[in-house]
């Protein structure tokens, strides 16, 4: 079956703009991750959704993050005013419930460049 | 604050031999384990993984042994195959939780 899709694969922006990156995760996985991973390092978890509504978002490094999951199967990554900074590949996974040992798929990720 | 580390970046080993990688945490509210492997261009991909209950978990030929006392945790793989090349992460989660903590990664590279 499809594993979880991201798109775009790659988003170059300008300092200061505004970008989304759509996550499709396994379908009936009920439980959404997004993580962040900058050059050198590990994932970092950013927030997690539980269905429709976000169960943790104490990932998110400040109020210019934000993400949605309205109907409780795509979500959006939303970045307003994108600093240098926030060049990173931004990775989402799924999985079929949440906590208790429950494996998280990747999606393969959005590189994200802030120019 | 790195809770998890993965103190080598990267190893070499030959094919057929035994590829060894380690992985240090500093918080003992860690109840679960977990290695990924990740391709380039492609997100991490689950391997293996262990509970704070065992010390010892095998799949195939790779196997995750658990010390606790030393909050210490480590991947081995044999034989080693040149497919095995790869960036592993080392990952733990809190009370079984979903939120997965990880390591910087080890790149592998198994020569033929």
């Known amino acids: 079956g499809a594993g979880v899709s991201q798109t775009p694969s790659n988003k170059v922006t300008e300092k200061g703009k505004y970008v989304e990156l759509r996550c499709d995760p396994i379908?009936?996985?009920?439980?959404l991750y997004w993580y962040r991973q900058s050059l050198g390092q590990g994932p970092e978890f950013l927030i997690y959704f539980q269905g429709t509504g976000a169960a943790d978002d104490s990932g998110l490094p400040n109020d210019r993050f934000f993400a949605v999951r309205p109907e409780g199967s795509v979500s959006t990554l939303k970045i307003q005013r994108t600093e240098r900074g926030d060049s990173a590949v931004y990775l989402c996974?799924?999985?079929?419930?949440?906590?208790?040992?429950?494996?998280?798929?990747f999606g393969p990720g959005t590189r994200l460049t802030v120019l | 604050d790195q809770q998890v580390k993965q103190n080598s970046p990267s190893l070499s080993v030959q094919e057929g031999r035994i590829s060894i990688l380690n992985c240090d945490y500093t918080?003992?509210?860690?109840?679960?384990f977990l290695w990924y492997k990740k391709y380039p261009a492609e997100g991490p991909t689950f391997l293996i993984s262990i509970s704070s209950i065992k010390d010892k978990n095998e799949d195939g030929r790779f196997t995750v042994f658990l010390n606790k006392s030393a909050k210490h945790l480590s991947l081995h793989i044999v034989p080693s195959q040149p497919g095995d090349s790869a960036v592993y992460f080392c990952?733990?989660?809190?009370?079984?939780?979903?939120?997965?903590?990880f390591g910087s990664g080890t790149r592998l590279l198994v020569r033929p």
């Open positions: 379908s009936g996985h009920t439980a």
């Open positions: 990952a733990a989660s809190p009370d079984s939780s979903y939120k997965l903590i």
């Open positions: 996974a799924s999985s079929l419930g949440g906590g208790d040992n429950n494996e998280q798929f």
């Open positions: 918080n003992s509210m860690f109840d679960y």
